[in-house]
């Protein structure tokens, strides 16, 4: 199975900061990177597919960037509505589809 | 306006049976990849069960033998039956549409229900 994991596991940010989120597959996955935002007691929603092809609807100042093995996801600027948790996950095998543990990201 | 609406989630017994439905609008459900994403209280996401619009199936290693996804195209719902559950399935259900029509499941989510709790509790 592949394994994602992200870090930090969580960060305190304030509005206007650049946020860098870093996801990493225990093997290639090529460019079959995913990324999601859910807030509290909301389902996820998706913002990034194929690790830099932003979703319909999703602002520009997210984006995300990686092949391989390592990813990064980015915002550019944080606005109030971006504090949630977010989530990457492998589309390259499955089964097992797997995400990551998350990144929190709070208000500092 | 896609929706998805999940139900028939509640509180079990470990050792029981639940099914969980999902009903589907605004697009053909036919023609897409659904899947199941469940999350524990206060964890991440976990991915179940996927079936794909040509019905080939996957399960996760931790429910295979037990879940049994299943779609009725006619109904635009699908399915997930529980059985033998045990306290470790206590998670939000998700219902989940896959991005790709037509095609292989891809794995990527586009559409998310609004989850169904589902307690397994003595």
């Known amino acids: 199975d592949i394994q994602m994991s992200q870090s930090p596991s969580s960060l305190s940010a304030s509005v206007g900061d650049r946020v860098t989120i870093t996801c990493r597959a225990s093997?290639?996955?090529?460019?079959?990177l995913n990324w999601y935002q859910q807030k509290p007691g909301k389902a996820p929603k998706l913002l990034i597919y194929?690790?830099?092809t932003l979703q319909s609807g999703v602002p520009s100042r997210f984006s995300g960037s990686g092949s391989g093995t390592d990813f990064t996801l980015t915002i550019s600027s944080l606005q109030p509505e971006d504090f949630a948790t977010y989530y990457c996950?492998?589309?390259?095998?499955?089964?097992?589809?797997?995400f990551g543990g998350g990144t929190k990201v709070e208000i500092k | 306006e896609v929706q998805l609406v999940e139900s028939g989630g509640g509180l079990v017994k470990p050792g029981e049976s639940l099914r969980l439905s999902c009903a589907v609008s605004?697009?053909?459900?036919?023609?897409?990849?659904m899947t199941w994403v469940r999350q524990a209280p206060g964890k991440g996401l976990e991915w179940v069960s996927s079936?794909?619009?040509?019905?080939?199936?996957y399960y996760a290693d931790s429910v295979k033998g037990r879940f049994t996804i299943s779609r009725d195209n006619a109904k635009h719902s699908l399915y997930l039956q529980m059985s033998s559950l045990r306290a470790e399935d206590t998670a939000v259900y998700y219902c989940?549409?896959?991005?790709?029509?037509?095609?292989?499941?891809?794995?990527?989510?586009?559409?998310w229900g609004q989850g169904t709790l589902v307690t397994v509790s003595s």
């Open positions: 989940v549409r896959d991005e790709g029509a037509n095609t292989v499941t891809t794995g990527i989510f586009d559409y």
């Open positions: 605004g697009f053909t459900f036919s023609s897409y990849s």
């Open positions: 079936i794909s619009s040509s019905h080939y199936i």
């Open positions: 093997q290639s996955i090529s460019t079959y």
């Open positions: 194929a690790a830099s």
């Open positions: 996950q492998q589309s390259f095998s499955i089964p097992p589809l797997t």
